[in-house]
């Protein structure tokens, strides 16, 4: 089990990833798109990346939407899922 302050590391960056390509993670809940379960997910596959650092740079360096997440990114693949169900 990963502690506390790695898990809310995280969690801040897959919703700033996330905010980054548009996406609006809560508001993804609430429609029934994304689950908890997969939101849980999504954090413990960022624990698992090696560039938090890096992703941590990317994004306090990002000021408008960007078109896809870093090739790093653990996550890619769940945000571009929700962008193609965008309503």
């Given at each position: 089990m990963q502690p506390p302050k790695?898990?809310?590391?995280?969690a801040k960056l897959v919703d700033q990833m996330a905010e980054a390509v548009g996406l609006d993670l809560e508001e993804r809940m609430l429609r029934g798109e994304l689950t908890f379960g997969e939101l849980d997910d999504a954090v413990l596959r960022c624990t698992g990346c090696a560039q938090p650092?890096?992703?941590e740079a990317?994004?306090?360096?990002?000021?408008?939407?960007?078109?896809?997440?870093?090739d790093y990114c653990r996550n890619a693949e769940l945000f571009r899922e929700l962008r193609g169900s965008a309503s």
């Open positions: 790695t898990l809310k590391r995280h650092c890096a992703c990317f994004l306090a360096g990002t000021t408008e939407t960007i078109a896809d997440t870093p």
